[in-house]
């Protein structure tokens, strides 16, 4: 019982969409093209079908991740490439339909590229600056397939990672992860390989696994991005995940506010059921598995791990001190398997591909690529994908085609409220785990925000503090209480009324509660603070009240 | 059970399977500061007083959520521990009234003990004002949230020990507090009022309405239902001041419910406890000296034929005291008519 | 059946067991300790059958609630017993080696087939035999049980439904298992122990063994009476007839505490002498010729022994201020003294103990200065001896566990036109018998000052009683007044109320008739009534 002959049928009929007979159009239906408004062009694409009699498919699709162009409308005439068009409106849709498919003229100018070659004066879409860095190996379907349609999925490749893993024995899956070099995406790079090593170690029964697509960074995306535009290369991930454990039900826990995401792994889960993939007997390996949803009330710190095991337990979500890991003793006290959605979603092309294809990209100790979504006063704001070991410098110019404006760039930061901002100074930096961790800031779930000279780097350092402050789950002291107090004395110095003592009162307030707190989250806390002193001290020092000052002087 | 052996500050150890780090220390009289730490709860982490450095480990973990093993190396204080427990110290004060000598906790406060411990003696960071309203709908303890520094011992126990389930902690961060589960205060909450909270709670935030602190204990049972508690009972000046669960009592391992916690001093010391003897006159009761009762009813008892008497034992009394009721009954009334309430 | 009536297991091991059966039992509410226990051990995987018509709170912890019609227990647990023979879940080995009456015993479940069993109980088949599937597979299994069991006229036969259930799985004699009553008053176990009983001499030696009696005849240098003396209600009757004259009670109080107690007061009166003996001027009290001031437990030596065989030393830890009371032994002795009778001089409680142990072989390794260190569960036959956490480890004390084959019997007071609603009564968590004690308590009286009577909604509907009304409770053997309290946590057909309060003595209500015919215990769990507001 394998997937072969329904494979052959989705590969026919995935070729039907991309050389049709008649017309494909493809809309940008994902949380972010829905707020910029892509529900009233996709109102209006039916009106202008329905006005100028033209007889085409409209397809959904997810997210390429050039935010600053949408809405996307992709389309597909017979014997024509994929042709995407930026910032479509209601008003312009119309228009263009007739003008492509019954006038036959593609109008360049609201083009974006085209798929795979220049066309009639539009450029190759993956030639643009923004794409033609990526390597887009998590994100290799999205915004090109429809995400609601498992054909789709199947004909790119989709499953037959799991297929390949079924035919191997567990051990060597684990091992073709650790060789791929795979390291968790939500934040501290563990290596995933060895995760799993742990947990299949583990002789307790059952054994669980969980997708953690809690994602509660403010301004992070993409694993929304990436479950809303292709939900069964994750889905795949854990299926691999829990035969090579030996786990026997998995959950995805995901935040309540992410409905579409949440549909579209519903529909996901469906068509898994229909085709075997779920539930007693897989595919008749005798490999039996299922996979629950589990919808978080959005709590920040829900994301941490042991926080979200007692969160699915329905209890308090609040952190735990490991050890024991969830490897040994998770969810309900059995071992449990954790991973991150884009961690998930590159299992399959590895065992689909092979180690050696997927750790070409990447650096010694950071292998493969990770998504960021590239944010603040850049031209092309985005998600995008890079090879691991590319440089800050090269993303956020090359990429994101520089700062806004013309101004002067003053800092980038990554790694979202436990991250910090690094300095112009530090544009050569490498974006790997072990170089944002050694210039103080962090690699993070891929948040990354370029600020520009009119940025203030106390304000930026307050927004993350105060973000965390409202976070804390209050289990532990120094986070409870340490951030509040920091965020205080932050605050003197925004008024201009610091007092020339306390920028130590942070540092070591700062340093005290990194090394005393019980999880991540207040052990990163201080991370904004304490980078952005570091790197901008005079913006400080400039906050420091001048009569103290004063008084200093006289002293 | 499996012993190893751990050093901690330079000295051998010996610890039991299960032991945390912070129970191994304990156990061989080293103190570790600590607050969210109860022998009957599991480990929680939360108050970060007991961090320690162990050799081979990143970091500073905290002695009671980490299992001591063979071997280990710890060390419980040093410049650096020190300094960071007096951060944390310091910030639990910030958040915490100052007033201790009016204080329903002092001197039963761990918090004072830790800061004593440790030297603490400034202050150096903005306190925050508190004025949470008190709970004092409970008969017998308060609730004073503005004294409470979050360790969830309380909410632990009554889940955990009690599994009554009564109290939880609400809301985050530094918004946290103790609350019932519909928000209601204690006495119209699903609270037994068996008091296991407020024998965690380390600092006064739950504390007894009126507690005297007891010189002296006496070990005992409690007087009420048949599962027979060890309790202390506090005394001060010849009266009964508290009671406490016996955590070496085989039955109930130290807790108690609210009868035994609360219900025994008031009938114990109550103004109607019959003091004197009472012999029935023709206008009702007067007191009477021990003679003249034992006379009246020894006298009579003496009148009558075996078959016309009989005997209620009580189900309250000793053991000694039932034998010798039996005993008389059976020799000196010369009938078996002894019974008593057993049955209900 | 298995020879002996005591807790087989320990608190402490009950903890251990994987799954509980819990029949006429509210322990969280009676027994709260034990309660914390059973919550614990049920929420790390244990399981929890609640046999009830009552929805006692451990409900709210249990996999399965059979709410049963009240007085049905037997048929119930017959049911069960047959469930697990027809399902292959009978332990034979154990049933071979260590019991006997077997093949009777499963003729007598013929007649419960789970069809009959449920139109008797109104639980459904299903639920029975998942209750008896997941009893039979706990392994081990615990059975408690309390007043709920045994205040029925057929209580005994409830505990032998019960005994059978755990002989035939093999739970017994195993840390987790056993037959467990968590008896209700702290020292109701020492009282028995001690011989407060008609039948017995203390350690349970009958009175009707001529070997017994004369070793207690030599030891007391006195000859004995022969053959049993009369149960307390028993006492009552004959106290009517004009039979029983004097009556000497120390620390009860039935004018609150039994059953029928209109009658229990007029009988009281009627007698010429009434010596009672007792810390407060109790309502029995104020009926005395005679009252007699004793110091209370927090005021003496002694030994309570509680509902695990376990014999724990009381401490003096204050005076009684300005008062002449004294302990119970000291009275009861100084009566004897005045008597002219020998044998009663004894100078302390220890000495009591040391005589008890030299006549009671289940106390004879018993003594204070071991009672020191901690509490020792009888049987302790000897001073080396460390005492007994779980009995019939190997054998049963009669030598083989025997089954009883038993039948249903409808309970003899059934309600009808005049009274149709059957009352039951317990007790809350906050008072403790009749409220001698608690009661006296200003913080215990706010938490719960007033009886409430518990009416489900559809019988207060039909009655027009609205929550907080002021009812009256009547039988045909009296009324009391209480508020009512509406809530379905009692079924259709059933209120409940404590027996607390003074002021709305329940056992007025209640039935002195019908006794159990072995165990002579009032049916003090149901009477018939009708509710009526004020
Ligand atoms: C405060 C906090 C929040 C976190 N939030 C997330 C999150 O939203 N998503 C995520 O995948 N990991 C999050 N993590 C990391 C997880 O604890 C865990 O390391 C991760 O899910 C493991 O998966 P990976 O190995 O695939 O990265 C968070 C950690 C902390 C301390
Ligand atoms: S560090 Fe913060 S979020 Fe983590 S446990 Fe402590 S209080 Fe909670
Ligand atoms: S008194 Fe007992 S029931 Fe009430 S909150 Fe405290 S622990 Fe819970
Ligand atoms: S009330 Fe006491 S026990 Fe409860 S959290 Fe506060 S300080 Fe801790
Ligand atoms: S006692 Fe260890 S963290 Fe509180």
């Known amino acids: 019982m394998g997937l072969n002959s329904l494979r052959k049928e989705s590969i026919h009929e995935w070729n039907e969409v991309l050389n049709p007979s008649r017309p494909q159009i493809f809309v940008g239906m994902s949380t972010c093209g829905e707020a910029s408004g892509v529900v009233a062009v996709n109102k209006a694409i039916q009106d202008g079908l329905e006005e100028h009699g033209i007889d085409a498919v409209v397809n959904k699709t997810g997210c390429l991740g050039i935010c600053y162009c949408e809405p996307l409308v992709d389309i597909i005439k017979p014997g024509k490439p994929r042709i995407s068009y930026r910032s479509v409106e209601k008003t312009n849709v119309s228009g263009l339909l007739k003008d492509y498919i019954l006038d036959d003229n593609p109008r360049p100018d609201l083009a974006l590229g085209a798929w795979g070659q220049e066309f009639k004066g539009i450029p190759d879409l993956f030639e643009l600056d923004f794409m033609k860095f990526q390597v887009r190996i998590a994100l290799r379907n999205a915004g090109v397939i429809n995400p609601e349609n498992f054909s789709h999925y199947l004909a790119r490749g989709g499953y037959q990672g799991f297929e390949k893993a079924l035919d191997m024995d567990p051990e060597e899956i684990i091992a073709e992860i650790e060789k791929a070099g795979l390291r968790g995406r939500g934040g501290a790079g563990f290596p995933t390989g060895m995760k799993w090593k742990l947990c299949r170690k583990s002789r307790n029964f059952p054994k669980y696994l969980i997708c953690n697509a809690d994602e509660g960074d403010p301004g992070a995306f993409m694993d929304r991005s990436l479950l809303e535009s292709d939900p069964h290369s994750v889905l795949e991930g854990m299926l691999i995940g829990a035969y090579a454990i030996g786990c026997s039900r998995g959950f995805i826990y995901i935040r309540a506010e992410y409905p579409l995401a949440i549909k579209r792994l519903k529909i996901a889960l469906e068509h898994m059921k229909r085709h075997h993939l779920l539930g007693e007997n897989i595919l008749g390996s005798g490999f039996s598995f299922d996979i629950e949803i589990r919808e978080g009330a959005g709590a920040f710190v829900c994301g941490e791990e042991t926080a979200l095991m007692k969160s699915i337990e329905g209890q308090r979500g609040t952190p735990y001190s490991r050890p024991p890991f969830p490897a040994q003793a998770g969810l309900w006290g059995k071992p449990t398997n954790i991973n991150n959605v884009e961690t998930w979603a590159n299992v399959p092309v590895i065992l689909e591909k092979g180690a050696g294809w997927f750790n070409r990209h990447g650096t010694e100790k950071s292998k493969g690529t990770k998504t960021f979504a590239l944010a603040g006063k850049v031209n092309n704001t985005g998600l995008i994908e890079v090879p691991m070991g590319m440089t800050l410098e090269k993303i956020v110019y090359a990429i994101g085609g520089g700062v806004c404006d013309g101004k002067e760039l003053k800092a980038v930061q990554t790694g979202g409220p436990a991250g910090g901002c690094l300095p112009l100074a530090k544009l050569g930096l490498t974006v790997d785990y072990e170089s944002l961790a050694e210039a103080g800031s962090i690699m993070g779930s891929g948040g990354m925000i370029v600020l520009d000279e009119d940025d203030s780097m106390l304000e930026t350092a307050r927004y993350f503090l105060a973000f965390i402050q409202e976070e804390s789950c209050g289990k532990c002291v120094p986070c409870r209480t340490g951030t509040r107090q920091m965020l205080a004395i932050l605050d003197t110095f925004i008024k201009g009324r610091g007092k020339p003592q306390d920028i130590e009162t942070l540092l070591s307030l700062g340093d005290s509660i990194k090394k005393t707190s019980l999880c991540g989250l207040g052990q990163a806390a201080p991370n904004p603070v304490l980078t952005t002193i570091n790197y901008f001290r005079g913006e400080y020092e400039k906050g420091i009240n001048p009569k103290l000052l004063r008084a200093k002087a006289h002293q | 059970m499996e012993t190893f052996k751990l050093k901690i500050d330079d000295r051998q150890i010996n610890a039991g399977g299960g032991d945390t780090v912070l129970q191994a220390a304990l156990k061989a009289g080293i103190y570790i500061p600590n607050l969210c730490y109860d022998p009957r709860l599991a480990p929680y982490g939360g108050c970060r007083m007991c961090i320690v450095e162990i050799e081979g480990t990143r970091g500073f973990p905290a002695a009671c959520t980490t299992r ?39 001197q039963r406060c761990e918090l004072q003990k830790v800061a004593s411990f440790l030297g603490y003696n400034q202050r150096s960071l903005k306190p925050r004002k508190s004025d949470h309203p008190i709970d004092d709908s409970n008969p017998f303890f308060n609730l004073d949230r503005n004294y409470c520094v979050l360790c969830a011992r309380c909410v632990r126990t009554c889940d955990e020990v009690t599994g009554i389930n009564a109290i939880e902690l609400i809301n985050r961060g530094d918004e946290s507090r103790v609350s019932t589960f519909a928000g209601s205060r204690l006495a119209e909450s699903e609270c037994r009022s068996c008091g296991e909270c407020m024998v965690s709670c380390p600092v006064g935030a739950i504390h007894a309405k009126n507690s005297p602190v007891a010189t002296e204990e006496t070990a005992t049972i409690c007087p009420y239902c048949g599962v027979g508690c060890g309790i202390y009972l506090g005394t001060r000046q010849g009266k009964i001041v508290s009671v406490r669960g016996n955590e070496a009592s085989p039955s109930n391992r130290g807790s108690l419910c609210v009868k035994g916690r609360f219900g025994i001093n008031e009938f114990v010391h109550h103004s109607e406890r019959l003091k004197s003897p009472r012999v029935k006159k023709e206008g009702g009761f007067e007191s009477a000296e021990w003679e003249e009762a034992l006379r009246i009813a020894g006298d009579k008892l003496s009148g009558y034929k075996p078959e016309e008497v009989a005997v209620i034992a009580s189900a309250k009394a000793t053991n000694e005291d039932n034998y010798v009721l039996q005993k008389f009954t059976r020799a000196v009334l010369g009938t078996n008519n002894i019974d008593h309430c057993a049955r209900l | 059946m298995l020879g002996s009536g005591a807790m087989t297991n320990s608190i402490g091991d009950i903890a251990l067991a994987g799954c509980y059966l819990l029949i006429g039992a509210n322990t969280s509410e009676t027994h709260p300790v034990i309660g914390f226990d059973i919550k614990q051990a049920v929420k790390s995987g244990s399981g929890l059958v609640i046999i009830n018509p009552v929805k006692i709170p451990l409900v709210r912890y249990a996999d399965l609630w059979l709410r049963n019609k009240p007085g049905t227990d037997v048929a119930l647990l017959m049911g069960m017993a047959r469930s697990i023979l027809d399902e292959g879940l009978a332990d034979l080995d154990f049933i071979n080696e260590r019991c006997e009456g077997f093949e009777e015993f499963k003729r007598a479940l013929a007649e419960f087939d789970l069809k009959t069993v449920e139109g008797i109980t109104g639980v459904g088949a299903k639920d029975i035999s998942r209750a008896a599937s997941m009893y039979a597979r706990g392994n081990p299994s615990s059975i408690l049980y309390a007043m709920g069991v045994t205040q029925h006229s057929h209580g005994t036969d409830n505990v032998m439904a019960i005994a059978n259930l755990a002989l035939m799985t093999g739970n017994f004699g195993k840390p987790g298992s056993g037959v467990n009553p968590l008896r209700g008053q702290n020292n109701v176990q020492g009282a028995c122990d001690m011989g407060a009983l008609p039948d017995v001499y203390t350690g349970y030696q009958k009175v009707c063994n001529p070997d017994a009696r004369s070793k207690f005849e030599t030891a007391w240098g006195v000859k004995l009476p022969d053959g049993p003396g009369l149960t307390v209600t028993e006492m009552f009757k004959k106290i009517d007839q004009g039979l029983i004259k004097a009556l000497y009670i120390v620390g009860e109080n039935p004018v609150l505490s039994d059953p029928d107690a209109g009658h229990v007061r007029q009988s009281l009166e009627k007698l010429e002498l009434l010596v009672v003996q007792d810390i407060f001027m109790t309502e029995t009290a104020r009926l005395a010729h005679v009252v007699l001031p004793a110091v209370s437990f927090a005021e003496k030596e002694g030994t309570f022994t509680n509902t695990e065989r376990r014999v724990q030393k009381v401490r003096k830890a204050v005076e009684l201020e300005h008062g002449k009371a004294l302990p119970d032994w000291k009275i009861t002795g100084l009566i004897a003294q005045q008597m002219g009778a020998d044998g009663f001089s004894y100078q302390s409680s220890e000495e009591i103990m040391t005589e008890i142990a030299s006549l009671t072989p289940s106390y004879a390794g018993i003594s204070y200065k071991r009672l020191e260190e901690e509490g020792l569960q009888w049987p302790c036959p000897s001073n080396e001896h460390p005492g007994t956490s779980i009995l019939h480890v190997e054998r049963f004390a009669r030598g083989k566990g025997r089954f009883m084959p038993l039948e249903y019997r409808p309970a003899p007071e059934a309600p009808d036109s005049e009274y149709p609603l059957l009352l039951t009564t317990g007790r809350n968590i906050f008072h403790y ?49 209480a508020s009512a309290r509406i809530t379905d946590d009692v079924p259709e057909g059933l209120a409940f109320m404590t027996f607390h309060f003074a002021e709305s003595a329940a056992n007025i209500l209640m039935s002195a008739d019908n006794l159990d015919p072995i165990a002579k215990i009032p049916p003090l769990k149901m009477a018939s009534v009708k509710i009526a507001r004020i």
């Open chain 2, 68 to 106: 001591a093993s063979d071997g280990m190396v710890v060390k419980t204080y040093g410049p650096q521990l020190d300094r960071l427990r007096l951060d944390t110290l310091e910030l639990l004060l910030s958040d915490h009234p100052t007033d201790c000598l009016t204080c329903p906790g002092n």
């Open chain 3, 433 to 481: 018998h009749t409220g001698t004690m608690t009661r006296k308590s200003a913080g215990l009286n706010a938490l719960s000052g007033q009886e409430l009577v518990n009416i489900s909604t559809g019988d207060a509907a039909r009655l027009k009683i609205k929550d907080g009304d002021n009812v009256y409770v009547s039988s045909r053997r009296g009324k009391v007044a």
